[in-house]
Structures are given as C-alpha cells and as structure tokens.
C-alpha cells in the first residue's frame, strides 16, 4: 500500500508537468495560427509567409502539391494583385496534439473579389495545417491544404 501511495505521490506531478508543457505547445500553435490568418486577412503576404517552413507542402482540393515558400510567394502575389480578399469569418480551430507535431483545422468563409471585373467569388471550407517546432522554439505550418465546402 505504502508502494503504491509513493508512486501516486511521485507521478502526480510529473503528469502535471507534462499537462503544462502540452498546454504551453498548443496556446503556442493557436498564436501562430491567429497570426497566420490575421496577415491572410490583412493581405500581407510577408508577414503571412513567416508563419510557413521553407519547405511547406500544399495540397490544393484537386490533389495538386505545391512545394515551398518561394511558390507561395508567387501565386499569393498574383491572387492578392487580382483580387481584394475578404475573410468573412473563420472558426477557432481544433488542435490537436502528437508526438512530434501538431494539426489544426478550423473552418473559414472568405470572398474573392475580382479587381477588374468586380465579380466576387464566396468560398466556404475546411482549412487543416500540419504545425512543426522550429529549433527556435517557434511553430510553423509543415503542410497544408484544405476543403470546400459544397
């Protein structure tokens, strides 16, 4: 009985411990998360690109990959010249924590509106990110991709 009490007595803070630690990692991942969409919103695509690692994968809806951040630069500086980008609400995410990285996902409503045209275009789908610690203990979005919502 004594045994068992002193392993319960010991492991009790070390639960606690690892309880913080997690609890530290995923209020980390929402601040980078927040940040992310807040340039998104914003249209600032530089700030938007810090929240990436350089090598970050997107998966487009079709099954398409687009690999690193270079590419990101590229085809967000041609959205964001064509069309005025409207974040017409997005939800908090779900986190969700392993071992050795952290997925989100969140819904989002956003609007496209052409520059030219003035045609809008309402999008509605489901956003998910694969978040990796960076050795400077910051967090970064390994791969992304998302789904519409019909």
Known sequence: MKKTLLLFVLLIPLSLLAQ?????????????WSGLYQAYASENL??????YQDDVIRMGTNGTIQKGKELFRKN????????KVIMNQYSEPTILPASDHITTYNTYDETFINKESGESERI???????????????????????HLHE
């Not at 913080?20 to 980078?32: H, I, L, P, T």
């Open 46 to 51: 530089e700030k938007m690109l810090t929240y």
């Open 124 to 146: 509605q789908g489901t956003w998910i990110a694969i978040w990796k610690q960076q050795d400077d203990g910051s967090w970064k979005a390994r791969m992304t991709t998302w």
């Open 20 to 32: 913080n630690s997690m609890g530290k990692k995923r209020e980390a991942v929402y601040q980078a």
């Open 76 to 83: 967000w500086k041609k959205t964001y010249a064509e069309n």
